[in-house]
């Protein structure tokens, strides 16, 4: 007995505690239940009276290191503990997180959406490698009309090749989603459809091979130019701010009868005249009309029943008014001193 009391003894004279989970290991080895000293009196408990004497006061000795040691090495790990937290220092500048924020031509798509959606358009959605048909064919371009020329398209497959039925190509605006629409649905639509549109330009600062358009159509019973042009005013107002002007002069498109181009007036010298509205005043914002019978009938819907006013624009020309960005190039030349200046425009 007094062997393992000396042993035990200088066993935790000697222990180490440096963390909370030794601590624990100590507390298990020797002042738990199961642990050395508590078994050292379960021994005593068996010897005989005079041993019992002997030793008892040994090993409560013994029983009172052990546990004043545990004691110590807990008070110290606490303040240790709150020491760390301490260390914190709240005033430091925090590591700043390095958010993306949105292009440009995303807010400005974003601000067409909520402004339709409000009137009640859906958005819709269409494929930018086209078939001839849906591109142009179904919106009543004639087989030689020059605008199939004047459009410059990209070829992706020439009818022929390959065992292609028809010409294959990248879409030169959104007009085709309009066809696909009324093919899917039937009256009454109501949608808008942004999306990117390819045209074979030689690139500048005014024009370039691909940019993006946003489509409208409505059709119904009994929609008329007066709907058209409520629309747009409306929609010119909300966006341009309610000072706006806007006129209608009247246009051609294969697609509309009869049709519009709109203009606002220039948001950036009032109307006054300057190099953006060419000394004009005005500025071009859309191409519209009232959607021809034929591209009804091509689509199955009868234009005796129904009618509808399409409009399409471009969101390019759009964001260049707003944030007077005077470069087409900027906008996809991933250039983060450009594009970081819109971190702030919600
Ligand atoms: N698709 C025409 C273009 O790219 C724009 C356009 C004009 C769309 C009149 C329309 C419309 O829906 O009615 O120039």
């Avoid at 937290?85 to 700043?96: A, G, K, Y």
Wanted: hydrophobic share 35%; charged share 25%.
């Amino acid at each position: 007995m007094e062997h393992l009391i000396t042993a035990i003894k200088e066993e935790v004279e000697n222990y180490q505690v440096a963390s909370a989970d030794q601590l624990e290991a100590y507390r298990l080895a020797f002042i738990s239940k199961k642990g050395k000293v508590s078994e050292l009196f379960e021994t005593l408990k068996t010897l005989p009276k005079e041993d019992k004497q002997r030793f008892g006061k040994p090993l409560n000795e013994l029983k009172q290191l052990a546990e004043g040691k545990f004691a110590e090495w807990q008070e110290k790990l606490q303040s240790s503990a709150s020491n760390a937290t301490l260390d914190i220092d709240f005033t430091l500048p925090s590591v700043p997180e390095k958010l993306g924020n949105q292009h440009p031509l995303t807010l400005t798509r974003n601000r067409i959406i909520e402004i339709f959606e409000r009137l009640g358009f859906s958005v819709a959605d269409g494929p930018e490698i086209e078939d001839d048909w849906h591109n142009f064919s179904a919106l009543n371009f004639p087989e030689n009309h020059p605008a199939r020329e004047m459009q410059d398209t990209f070829f992706v497959e020439k009818k022929g090749q390959n065992g292609a039925e028809q010409d294959l190509l990248l879409r030169t605006h959104t007009s085709n989603v309009q066809v696909r629409l009324m093919k899917d649905q039937k009256p009454p639509i109501r949608a808008i459809m942004p999306g990117r549109v390819y045209r074979n330009e030689a690139i500048s600062a005014r024009a370039h091979c691909f940019f993006h358009q946003v489509e409208g159509l409505y059709v119904d019973k009994n929609v008329g130019f007066a709907d058209l042009k409520q629309t747009l005013y409306h929609f010119a107002k909300e966006m341009y701010g309610q000072d706006t002007k806007i006129r209608f002069r009247p246009s051609f498109f294969p697609f509309t009868e009869p049709s519009a181009e709109i203009d606002i007036s220039c948001l950036i010298c009032k109307g006054k005249g300057c190099n953006v509205c060419k000394y004009s005043g005005w500025v071009e914002i859309a191409g519209s009309g009232m959607v021809h019978p034929n591209v009804l009938k091509n689509c199955g819907i009868d234009p005796e029943e129904f009618t509808g006013f399409a409009f399409g624009m471009g969101i390019e020309r759009i964001t260049m008014l707003r944030y007077q960005v005077n470069d087409l190039r900027l906008y996809s030349e991933n250039d983060l001193r450009f594009l970081r200046q819109f971190s702030t425009v919600v």
